[in-house]
């Protein structure tokens, strides 16, 4: 664009930062609108299995019209709709996990997951964007067929848990209905009990070791307790 003369007179610098910044704006407004007006009927009518899958399904849809058609203007559609949904209904649906939970096991597995997890999924992908753009000369359409990849992954991850809650609940009913002994309410916590187990795993100490996590991480800071 500032080559073409379509800037209005900016430098490369000061349009970059106009154009992520407008980014920025519309990605803030879009997440607020969804958190204020789709998130709560989205899972009060549709519930936890349908929430988790509507970002991976975006991601995916995205992705894939990027992979044939890599033009600015697309990827910045895309972008702007995967970032404002992954900060309003994504955020949501995943601290909703956590409602079971009591107060231990979120203060560690949160932690784990915050402050571990996510920070090596960003060196990950940073790895992934330094290897592809030196290494193995990845463009635009390189980049989106390996998210593409990425997101058919997580959709089908998604899949099997959406597939895990919606199986429980209606085991639940149809038990209920034929008078089974077994209660109902134990079938609607599997799911539930799941997410627990997998957090309780994610966060031992063996396991952290075997990641390399700190020592320290999930651990609450007692000041007394330190030398």
Do not use: C, H
């Amino acid at each position: 664009a500032v080559a073409a003369g379509r800037a209005g007179g900016l430098s490369v610098e000061e349009y970059i930062g106009s154009f992520y910044s407008e980014f920025l704006f519309i990605v803030s407004v879009a997440s607020m609108v969804l958190q204020l007006f789709v998130v709560s009927r989205l899972i009060k009518y549709f519930g936890v299995r349908i929430g988790i899958l509507v970002l991976p399904i975006l991601a995916l849809t995205g992705y894939t019209i990027l992979a044939f058609v890599p033009i600015l203007s697309l990827v910045r559609a895309v972008k702007i709709a995967e970032n404002s949904t992954d900060y309003s209904v994504q955020n949501t649906v995943r601290n909703v996990l956590f409602l079971p939970t009591n107060r231990d096991q979120k203060y560690k597995a949160k932690q784990a997951i915050d402050s571990f997890f996510v920070r090596a999924g960003d060196v990950l992908s940073a790895g992934l964007v330094y290897v592809g753009t030196t290494l193995l000369g990845f463009g635009a359409t390189g980049f989106a067929r390996v998210n593409l990849g990425l997101a058919l992954v997580w959709l089908v991850l998604a899949v099997m848990l959406a597939l895990f809650f919606g199986f429980a609940q209606k085991m639940a009913t149809y038990l209920s209905a034929v008078g089974s002994p077994v209660p109902s309410q134990f079938l609607n916590m599997l799911p539930y009990l799941f997410t627990i187990l997998v957090l309780v795993l994610s966060t031992r100490e063996s396991t952290r070791r075997m990641l390399g996590a700190p020592a320290a991480l999930g651990r609450a800071y007692t000041r007394e307790e330190r030398g």
